[in-house]
């Protein structure tokens, strides 16, 4: 049955701002009719404007809905290389310690993790809440249950991407390619092998996914798909609350594909949700409020004088991820090398002119590459802050835009291979591109194998951060080297002199070599910078009790429980200051006290047996 004129009009002028799909659903025709009207048309102005690109020359590619194992069976192949890929290039950074953050969040954090599925201190958190619950209970502490997660989320990132990229172009090696990158490029590492870095991984699937049922939408006009869309935008928060910035990135390709002030309103929900969240992590659960707390503990911060100037901080950012994508050697936890000089600062700015130049440009010659060009950079906006809360540059606050990047790059690659001229050229690329990215993704994960390696890998690359410095004083303290040790934290210090954690580590050194004289002014000064600090408390009191002051130790342990309540080491330590004073009952509530909270504190069941023995 043939078109009428009115439905031809009605292609003409809806195309395409409304799919095929959608055209043909409104006009009760077949999917069919409508492409081959379009074809037909296309000397018309209606299918000019659809023209991508004069290279390309194609619109979005059609979108054909196909059972899910139909799918599967048709890429398979490609989809086991691509877990091969992955398990291959992670297997030596399975089994890593702890490190960084892990320890506060996993090994001294026991108690929360045993009794609580989702921390009060972050109940918007769940799903991570959630993976920490299940790890504890299968594996206890051990680290390799809580990145196995952090992995499955990397693998389904991959694996997405490989979904995601038909829809921007016919070229079939793209999905492969891109999510090769996506598998294997060693500045993903921060948010796979590092445990508390995941959250980053399960974000960006989270995103990918909600993006795959809003282009769904898009193309069919079915409601639950943007319903479903909407649902895991809001897994995604759950991860990291650095993709609100999704309706923008939603924003972009109504305005790239559609016209926009037509369209917008299908990201209203998502702007919406994103609004909802600011307000319940920023505002009612404090999120900002503690950050800024935290960071001015540990010297940090000093709010409101820490305000970066945009014109240097966005061209210095983006000129340093675009730097560690195309030449990943200088990976670090800390990213502190940021007192430019002239030369070094024209250098990323030069950087991140050309990144602009090329994105308006891709504008006007290539919409599919521009999308994905400003993908990266709107990513990246939530860290871009001028207030100092985000560090300037952190390989995991990467890891989902840098797909734009590797979109842009997969396509030069296979547009090579495309051409019979370059074909041979293209695929020797590809190929070593992927070998050198995997073999430095290998190497990079040994440097998380355990925290002396992190920070000593660290200390290379971030000499002036003195947190490193800090990190590295615990390294040599472990290995008995106390004088490097002293070193370290006095570096620390000197870098920062409000930098609580130095002056402890310092002075725990010192109370370590007996030499309490010189301890004391260091664990005052820790505690003058951050009154926070329990274990300077506890250190001051063992001196106390060592020198017989017995009343004065029990004062600051005391003083220490009041921060850390539940630490058992602190109410044995209590419980023999009580013994001492031959206060037995009450040595023996803080005993007991002490056994419940850790049933593996041996010290403490022994007094307890000694104290009942003798009564």
Known sequence: MSLTYSQKRFIQKEYPDWSAEEIAKKLNVTVDEVINHIKKGSKNFFIKKEELSKSEKEILPHFEQIPFWEWIKNHWIDLTILLLFVSIIYANGLTSDLVSDDIPGILDNQKELKTTLVPKHVPYFFVRSLQYFIAYKIAGTTPIAYRLFNLFFHMGVVWMVYLLVPFFTKKKLMPFIVAALVAVHPIMIESVTWISGGIYAQAAFFILVSFYFYLVFRRTNQKRQLIFSALFYILALSGSEKVAVYPGILLVYEFTFNKVWKTWKWTIPFIIISGFWFYMVAIFFKGITNRIA???SIGSLEFGKNVYNPLEQIPTAIGSYLSLIFWPDQLTLYHSEFRLGLSQFLYLASIFIVYVAVTIYMYFKNKTIFFWLVFFFVSLLVTMNPLGISWIVAE?????GSIGIYFTVGYALVSFIESSRFKTIGYILITIILISLSVRTIVRNMDWRNQDSLWLATGKTSPSDPKTHNNLGDVYARRGDFKKSAEEFA?????????????????????????????????????????NVWQAYQNIAVIQFDRGEVLEAQANIQKALKINPDNSTLHGNLGIIYYRQDMKKEALKEFQIA?????????ARVWIQKILSEN
């Open 294 to 296: 935290y960071l001015e």
């Open 396 to 400: 995991r606050y990467v890891y989902l």
């Open 491 to 531: 570096t620390a210090i000197n870098l920062n002199p409000k930098y609580p954690d130095p002056y402890y580590n310092l002075g725990n050194l010192y109370r370590t070599l007996k030499k309490y004289d010189e301890a004391m002014p260091f664990f005052e000064k820790a505690l003058e910078l951050n009154p």
């Open 595 to 603: 056994a419940q909270l850790d049933e593996k504190n041996e010290s």
